[in-house]
């Protein structure tokens, strides 16, 4: 990789690391990526005295506070205007929701009515029984998006958590890109638009389309890249506690975002650095020390500010202990690395729904264009040692995203992966495998600016062969990633809160002693009543959930594995069965009995049903169970319960039929 004081048009930048006209050996490609120190200089072994003073005095300019180029408003504009597109059916039909993954969006608009409510009511930050009453939910185990939800708060208050879900989803890919962008220009690679190459890349590859999709946590990637910057930063000499610190930071921040992203690039960047310490042990005998020193301290503080939060996660109420098995085993399909998302122009639905589990979880799907022209990359710049050190690590977490057996075109090859001697090891027990080729994207982006980066360098160097130079990237990029473009993200029409929920008029039936039951109780299937609660700021309660909670298998009660949905509950499985098309079993007193000991268990005031599919099969079960019939009440069917909660000595017998 090569360092010139040109972009890629050939123009000067001003903004160079090495001095103009200066050419920087491919072993330097090392040092842009962990030897830049303090300063940034990048310095080849044989550069003499005088072009290191002059690389220093330039770049002394280059700090953080420098203020744009135009090319760099340009820059990070594309990626406001890119996300905006991405998601423009979400604004401009405010009564939609994601298609694909709506369960995740009203979890999440669950999630941000929370963090309003921190701040407002300053409620208990990692745990809430505003669903699943009366066990609740431990929000360190879920993804509370803290860190968000948090800064968030005004607009949710203001507009609601649905359009802070949008502005949430924009924002995440708009900083994700414009975060990538400046770490890439500033540090790593001088061509603009070699950084915009990349991280264009990693902000719109297609695992993150497909993430976007009802995972804003996921794609909220923007400390992604400065994690990366500032572990690299580490080994500078007499700033340990200045970048142990700066580094503490940005992972206590990213870990009330999202720690599955957290955990993976700590082990990309474990294991890059670990190869390069001992690949550079002799030419650069004096950066390991400062680097430990520097990551003491970013161990100290950040275990210390996490200390009670994970606690609080691994061993506080409703925590469990990993995913159930069904899911540690969604290993991404071999054949979809080469094939392309349904989120991609070139995609195709019924092949991609082929290869993965569901449409958010297209975490592979790169296509054969950018897997060749990665390859080719990975040969071409192959006397970098962190050129290839990044291509091992893409490698391995390609086979890590197999699952424990690997699976080719949807057929089940019986040939075991990695991922078999790994799943059950603590931490990664709570990992999705196909998730780990997600990682891969980011690895992608940066050897894409690296690339760009070298026929930018060429064309300075060659102006005889500029022109063939330029027509070959263009061309080899374009054939890559111009398959790969998203395509705006689907929506549907959702079903509207209800009026019984808008106007208050649950009030008269829910308060502090009770909590509202909905006709099913929520889950994956049926999320509407966590929309429901977090637009009243949560003052509403609910039973029932659509969150991970641990398993409570009475044949097993050392079974603590994750659930996406509370414990079965007879009142809870009936309605299910019947939700889900099977005919309504015969209602007998020992029913009743169920059903009233269920109620008392989730202190209801009220049982909701609203217009839905079988909601007549619903009506006229709870009727029978109840013994009385419901009033219309708002928009949807309503049993006020109350009163035979609070009585214990009521008891359930046949009522009129319906």
């Known amino acids: 990789m090569t360092i010139t004081g040109f972009d ?54 280059l700090r953080w506070r420098h203020l744009f180029t135009w090319r760099d408003v340009v820059a990070v504009g594309t990626f406001v205007v890119f996300a905006v597109m991405l998601t423009l059916p979400l604004w401009l039909n ?16 669950w999630m941000l009515a929370h963090g309003a409510r921190v701040l407002t009511d300053g409620v208990y930050p990692f745990f809430s029984d505003r669903m699943n009453y009366p066990d609740g939910v431990n929000m360190m185990a879920n993804t509370s998006v803290l860190a968000v939800s948090l800064p968030l708060t005004p607009i949710t208050l203001l507009f609601g958590p649905h359009v802070a879900f949008n502005v949430f989803l924009t924002g995440a890919l708009a900083f994700t890109g414009a975060s990538w962008y400046l770490v890439l220009s500033r540090r ?33 990637q923007f400390l992604v890249p400065l994690i990366i910057w500032r572990t690299l930063e580490l080994r500078v000499r007499g700033r340990a506690l200045r970048n142990g610190l700066i580094l503490a930071g940005l992972l206590i921040w990213q870990a009330f975002i999202n ?170 027990d709570s990992a999705v495998p196909t998730r780990w080729a997600m990682a891969i994207a980011p690895i ?28 070959a990237m263009i061309t080899a990029v374009a054939m890559a990633l111009v398959p790969l473009i998203p395509r705006p993200m689907a929506t549907v029409r959702m079903d509207p809160v209800p009026e019984f929920v808008t106007t208050g008029a649950w009030r008269d039936y829910v308060d502090d ?26 003052d509403l309660r609910i039973a029932g959930a659509y969150a991970l909670l641990p398993n409570q298998n009475p044949q097993d009660p050392s079974d603590r594995t994750a659930m996406f949905s509370p414990p079965w ?34 202190k209801a005031g009220v049982v909701v049903l609203t217009p839905q599919s079988r909601d007549i099969e619903l009506l006229r079960t709870m009727s029978d169970l109840l013994g009385f019939r419901p009033t219309w009440t708002g928009g949807a069917w309503v049993w006020d319960v109350s009163d035979l909660v609070d009585d214990p000595d009521t008891v359930l017998t046949g009522g009129e039929p319906f």
Not at 17 to 32: C, F, I, N, Q, W
Not at 94 to 109: G, I, S, V
């Open 8 to 61: 890629s048009t050939g123009q000067s930048t001003a903004e160079n690391v090495l001095s103009r006209g200066r050419v920087a050996t491919d072993d330097d490609l090392d040092a842009e990526l962990i030897a830049l120190g303090s300063s940034g200089t990048v310095v080849a072994p044989t550069a003499p005295p005088a072009v290191r003073e002059t690389a220093d005095d330039q770049v002394v300019r």
């Open 513 to 538: 002693r009770h909590t509202m039951v909905t006709l099913p109780l929520p889950d994956s299937s049926y999320p509407d009543p966590l929309r429901w609660t977090a637009t009243t700021g949560q």
């Open 444 to 471: 992608v982006g940066i050897v894409l600016a690296f690339g760009v980066q070298r026929a930018a360098d060429m064309m300075c160097g060659q102006p005889a062969s500029r022109g063939p130079i330029r027509v």
């Open 259 to 428: 720690l599955e992203i957290l955990f993976m690039t700590a082990v990309g960047l474990g294991l890059f650095c670990a190869v390069m310490a001992v690949v550079r042990r002799r030419a650069h005998r004096g950066e390991v020390l400062p680097f430990v020193r520097s990551l003491g301290v970013t161990a100290a503080v950040t275990l210390a500010v996490l200390a009670y939060p994970l606690s609080v996660q691994f061993f506080g109420p409703q925590s469990y202990q990993g995913l159930a098995e069904f899911v540690r085993n969604f290993g991404a399909d071999l054949g979809s690395f080469a094939a392309y998302s349904r989120h991609s122009m070139a995609g195709d639905t019924a092949i991609a729904s082929r290869l993965t589990q569901n449409a958010a979880e297209e975490n592979a799907f790169f296509g054969w264009g950018l897997i060749v022209l990665f390859l080719g990359l990975l040969v071409w710049l192959r006397r970098s040692r962190a050129v290839l050190t990044l291509g091992g690590i893409a490698i391995l977490f390609a086979a890590m995203s197999l699952g424990p057996r690997i699976v080719l075109n949807g057929v089940d090859t019986g040939i075991p992966g990695i991922w078999a001697l790994l799943h059950r090891l603590p931490v990664l």
């Open 94 to 109: 405010l009564d939609h929701e994601l298609r694909d993954d709506p369960q995740d969006q009203a979890f999440f608009e």
């Open 188 to 220: 790593f690679v001088t061509s603009r638009l070699a950084a915009w190459v990349g991280a264009l890349f990693c902000t719109f590859a297609p695992s993150m389309v497909s993430h976007a999709g009802g995972h804003p946590n996921i794609v909220s």
């Open 569 to 602: 509950r007879p009142t809870s499985g009936l309605v299910a069965s019947i939700k889900q098309g099977n005919p309504i079993p015969e209602i007998t007193d020992e029913r009743r009995e169920m059903t009233l000991a269920d109620l008392r268990f989730w």
